[in-house]
């Protein structure tokens, strides 16, 4: 038998750690500071809530993101699978992990390929920002969206991630103006995206200015990779390294605030702590347009398909029942007037 291939072997390993470890970030996301203001009276018919919405071109009935989590490893292909088809029965987005390992590794592409299981999902693609200082540039971009047929492109950012591992990619200078030569040529959007740490206010107006066409904000509060690193390290120095940093980052709720305030013009999809439909629906009053979910969705997608239905609905529910009883009849409606901050 082959030695598996490192890359892949970290896939696997990412799997099999945030399914059995505890690797959540030191902070929480922030979002348990707001409440909603809740209407005795909505003066609404809850079979009448509107949650859908329509962004790049694709229809949602809610705004669910499957955010990205794997790929490149063999366990990964069937949880993509299984995530697409949930999503193209509930009709949400979703985004595949990196995808670098089928760039680098063609036989790896099918673990990646959902786009027959969700014909009509908003589906994004996804490399490493800093992959452009390291050879990548807009025909690797261009081949990761055409691999799955994605919608759009998630330029991930994983500084930290890179910091705290053993070879890591670490030449983040320059890149401001290698996205924004990316954003002038490629033919889908292209969505900048943190990892766990989230997105200040200086890099919203940064990567807009960049050409960015939405921002996901991944603050902290949920998994902190920094944690899913320390328990792969291979020697104490690197693992203490690693775990020195489970406190780091710009809480969910605080980034959402952030990106809003200095680049009002771009969607905002809101990830890092979201356990569930109210969550998401604090994040749209603060001003996202999506929350997105990695750890619930992963879970459910270990035992099969219809346990991220049944996810998906219950997170849809949830969302529907905070717009009913704070009486916002559709998503425009659900904004700052309705939470108070305890």
Avoid at 33 to 40: C, G, K, S, T, V
Avoid at 224 to 236: K, L, N
């Amino acid at each position: 038998m082959s030695k598996v291939a490192p890359i892949e072997e970290r896939k696997a390993d990412h799997i099999k750690i945030n399914l059995e470890k505890d690797v959540k970030s030191g902070l929480d996301s922030g979002l348990e500071r707001y409440r909603f203001i809740h209407e005795a009276l909505p003066e609404l018919d809850l079979e009448r809530i509107d949650a859908s919405l329509s962004l790049f071109g694709r229809a949602m009935n809610a705004p669910i993101l499957i955010s990205s989590m794997t790929g490149g490893a063999r366990e990964a292909g069937q949880i993509n699978q299984r995530l697409a088809q949930a999503a193209q029965e509930c009709r949400i987005a979703m985004g595949v992990g990196s995808q670098r390992a089928a760039l680098e590794r063609p036989e790896q592409a099918e673990t990646f390929k959902v786009r027959k299981a969700a014909p009509d999902i908003l589906l994004f693609a996804n490399i490493g920002a800093v992959q452009l200082n390291y050879g990548y540039g807009l025909d690797e971009c261009r081949r990761a969206v055409e691999m799955i047929e994605a919608d759009a492109l998630y330029l991930h950012l994983n500084a930290i991630q890179e910091a705290v591992q053993p070879g890591g990619d670490t030449n983040f200078a320059g890149l401001a103006k290698k996205i924004e030569a990316l954003c002038a040529k490629l033919e889908v959007p292209v969505v900048a995206k943190e990892v766990g740490w989230g997105i200040s206010a200086r890099t919203a107006k940064l990567l807009a200015e960049c050409g960015v066409q939405a921002i996901d904000v991944a603050g902290a509060g949920g998994t902190s990779w920094s944690q899913v690193e320390m328990h792969r390290a291979p020697d104490e120095f690197t693992r203490g390294l690693a775990a020195s940093f489970i406190d780091w980052g710009i809480p969910t709720a605080d980034s959402i605030l952030q990106v809003r305030q200095a680049a009002p013009e771009l969607p905002v999809f809101a990830s890092g702590g979201i356990k569930d439909g109210l969550d998401i629906a604090k994040s749209i009053a603060l001003g996202a347009t999506l929350g997105g979910m990695a750890g619930p969705f992963l879970k459910a997608a270990a035992a099969s398909a219809e346990s991220v239905v049944e996810t998906i609905r219950l997170t849809q529910r949830q969302i529907e029942i905070a717009m009913f009883a704070s009486g916002a009849g559709k998503l425009a409606e659900l904004g700052m007037e309705k939470l108070i901050k305890i």
